[in-house]
């Protein structure tokens, strides 16, 4: 009985120590919060972008008169190549012919009349210099006001004139630059009216492509290189291209800013306008914009008002501590940071909104969820 008793005394104790201690060491492993993390990666000095755009002439117009009248000649004819200051369509000049001569006409008997009132007022001035009080102030007066009116009735003329030869001039159509007559939009001796379109002209000696780029590719376009163009209907062609301008002003709808590339025609291929294609960008950062690294949005949050800020994982103790980050952009694959945190440190990318500022956490990110 005894011995029993001495049994039980050494159980009831043994079930104390062990009771006594396993709460305690639960405790200490329930407490680390789990938390998801990525290690920050070296940002690439070199990035690859494709962009969808369609072919386009370089050069493109539709083609009108500045006058109205009867055409007498087309000689344009659809799908012909022009050169620059090739005769395209003739209106009947006749009628402005005519108003050449007419005001021609006009003007040579003004300016007759002109120099007729100028000697009859010097006349005047120097019959009154040298005998004062023959002739009164007042008709000298009169003489010079008509001269005066006899000049500007001169120089209306000559306008008109000018005018009048523009007008003739006008009649003829010429080429403003060498290119391809894709569509002729009325007939010979048809009236035209000034303005009217008559032809469409494009210059495809050289071919442009526009695309959208986001804001992060468009701040880059002093570094982009290698700059190449494909087209769907030609697999195997690939041409070089050069920048030809970029839009200062996003797309209210896209938040996209407008590329414009230009390339030569290949020598064996004729790319047409609206044929769909692909360019192609690369671009190489400097060593200031190798600073940039890209981190997933829910690493990201809120310090105060104006910052944010990101938890770093001690790869030793596992404590969490905050910095403050400064954001560059935000892209769709992620966060572009440029300055507080380097390559190497691991951040937390989940539940960042229930951490505090030395809280140790326990990571899952080898398979534990």
Sequence with gaps: MMQLSRYLVLFSGLTLFITGCTPTESSSLTTLRPVKTAIVNAPLSVHKGVFPGVAEATQAANLSFRVSGPLTNLPAIKGNSISQGDLLAQ???????????????????????????????????????????????????????????????????????????????????????????????????EDVNAKQPVLRLLDTSQIEMTVDLPIHWAKSVSALSDIKVSFNAYPNLSLEANVKEIGNEASNTTNTYPLTVIMSQPKDIHILPGTVGQLHLSVTNSPQQNANIVIPDTAIFSSDADTSAVWVVNQETQMVSKKTIEIATITPKGVIVSSGIKPGERIVTGGVHALSDGQQVRLIDRGES
Excluded at 117 to 131: D, H
Aim: hydrophobic share 40%.
């Design 91 to 189: 209106i009947d000049q006749r009628d402005y012919e005519v108003q050449v001569r007419n005001v021609s006409a006009l003007l040579e008997n003004a300016q007759a009349s002109l120099r007729q009132l100028k000697k009859q007022y010097q006349r005047s001035v120097t019959l009154q210099q040298s005998s004062p009080g023959i002739i009164s102030q007042l008709v000298i007066d009169k003489d010079k006001a008509a001269v005066d009116v006899a000049a500007a009735q001169v120089k209306a003329y000559s306008a008109q004139l000018e005018a009048s030869k523009d007008a003739l001039k006008y009649t003829s159509l010429v080429a403003p630059f060498s290119g391809e007559v894709v569509e002729r939009f009325v007939d010979n001796f």
